[in-house]
């Protein structure tokens, strides 16, 4: 047998059938189920055992993935099994959200997910669905987005803040370092000289700032490298520089490594609080007056490629 069987409940001569079957459930993998006829007609009855051999029938309809101009999916297309999971779901497209598969386009008709049970008996197309990153979204290295230039001009966009547990050393400029909030990082040398200028306020600043630090320090050479002799330039310097941390880090993500990160200028720090903490979005330090001390890093984030 390998399709389904319909049962007669009535005989010749007036006769009912009914019938019973060892197995219950739905039939899954091959075998034999007996069933039992009891023909009836009055008080008189009779039984009769019939063994059926089953040959499970298996549907595997195909699913096509449509990404929708995202990353080719992998697979491009599947086979699925009646009755069971979809299974793993996944691609990406730059600098957009990724908000699943869809029996529809444009995320109309049913959402489907890696959990969803296959009720499908042909092929079928999923099309993905995608919307544009914004504000308090994660960028492309999972830290927060505080700022959206609104469209793409220099090469980029959004900024992207530092994500929660950045810093991975076992000490900063307190001391031993442990946990995940921002360490405590020296701003460089005592009366630094404003040659390069590093006092630009303005979103878009901060990485040009950085750079002007960090090659300022590059170039101390009066009393000796100042990272390794900082005590020479003032007795309190300890030769660690916030840019240069800012500007030395990174981080890999799904194989990409993103490591143009810097400080961020004034105007960039205003975004920061005002899109993010005041909306209860990261991790903020306060001063002791209750005043977030936000030190921290941020990135250009969704650079055009």
């Given at each position: 047998?390998?399709?389904?069987?319909?049962l007669?409940?009535?005989?010749?001569?007036?006769?009912t059938?009914?019938?019973?079957?060892n197995?219950?459930?739905t039939?899954?993998?091959?075998?034999v189920?007996t069933?039992?006829?009891?023909?009836?007609?009055?008080?008189?009855?009779?039984?009769k055992?019939?063994?059926?051999?089953?040959?499970?029938?298996?549907?595997t309809?195909?699913?096509?993935?449509?990404?929708q101009?995202?990353?080719?999916?992998?697979?491009?297309?599947?086979?699925?099994?009646?009755?069971?999971?979809?299974?793993?779901?996944?691609?990406?497209?730059?600098?957009?959200?990724?908000?699943?598969?869809?029996?529809?386009?444009?995320?109309?008709?049913?959402?489907?997910?890696?959990a969803?049970t296959?009720?499908?008996?042909?092929?079928?197309?999923?099309?993905?669905?995608?919307?544009?990153?914004?504000?308090?979204?994660?960028?492309?290295?999972?830290?927060?987005?505080?700022?959206?230039?609104?469209?793409y001009t220099?090469g980029?966009?959004?900024?992207?803040?530092?994500?929660?547990?950045?810093?991975?050393?076992?000490t900063?400029?307190?001391?031993?370092?442990?946990?995940?909030?921002?360490?405590?990082?020296?701003?460089?040398?005592?009366?630094?000289?404003?040659?390069?200028p590093?006092?630009?306020?303005?979103?878009?600043?901060?990485?040009?700032n950085?750079?002007?630090?960090?090659?300022y320090?590059?170039?101390?050479?009066?009393?000796?490298?100042?990272?390794?002799?900082?005590?020479?330039?003032?007795?309190?310097?300890?030769?660690r520089?916030?840019a240069?941390v800012c500007?030395?880090?990174?981080?890999?993500?799904?194989?990409?490594?993103?490591?143009?990160?810097?400080?961020?200028?004034?105007?960039?720090?205003?975004c920061?609080?005002?899109?993010?903490?005041?909306?209860?979005?990261g991790?903020?330090?306060?001063?002791?007056?209750?005043?977030?001390r936000?030190?921290?890093?941020?990135r250009?984030?969704?650079?055009?490629?």
């Open positions: 047998m390998t399709q389904n069987v319909t007669s409940t009535f005989g010749d001569n007036e006769t059938i009914s019938w019973e079957s197995k219950n459930d039939i899954t993998t091959d075998g189920v069933l039992t006829a009891t023909i009836s007609k009055g008080e008189v009855s009779e039984t055992v019939f063994n059926l051999t089953v040959k499970v029938y298996v549907c309809p195909s699913v096509t993935f449509d990404a101009e995202g990353t080719t999916s992998e697979p491009v297309s599947k086979d699925v099994i009646y009755g069971e999971l979809y299974g793993t779901l996944a691609t990406t497209k730059d600098n957009y959200i990724f908000e699943g598969w869809w029996t529809q386009n444009n995320g109309k008709g049913t959402h489907i997910e890696s969803t296959v009720f499908i008996t042909s092929a079928q197309t999923l099309y993905a669905k995608w919307r544009e990153r914004t504000v308090g979204d994660f960028g492309q290295a999972r830290g927060y987005i505080f700022y959206d230039k609104g469209e220099n980029w966009r959004y900024l992207e803040a530092a994500p929660y547990g950045w810093y991975k050393g076992d900063d400029s307190r001391g031993l370092y442990s946990g995940d909030n921002d360490p405590h990082i020296q701003w460089g040398i005592d009366d630094y000289l404003d040659d390069p590093v006092t630009a306020t303005a979103v878009g600043d901060g990485e040009t950085t750079a002007n630090i960090v090659n320090h590059d170039s101390l050479n009066t009393y000796g490298s100042y990272y390794t002799n900082p005590t020479a330039y003032s007795e309190s310097n300890d030769g520089v916030a240069k500007a030395e880090y990174s981080v890999d993500i799904d194989g990409i490594t993103y490591d143009d990160w810097f400080l961020p200028s004034k105007e960039e720090l205003n920061m609080y005002g899109n993010l903490e005041c909306n209860f979005l991790t903020f330090l306060l001063k002791p007056t209750g005043v977030p936000i030190i921290s890093m941020v250009i984030t969704d650079t055009l490629q």
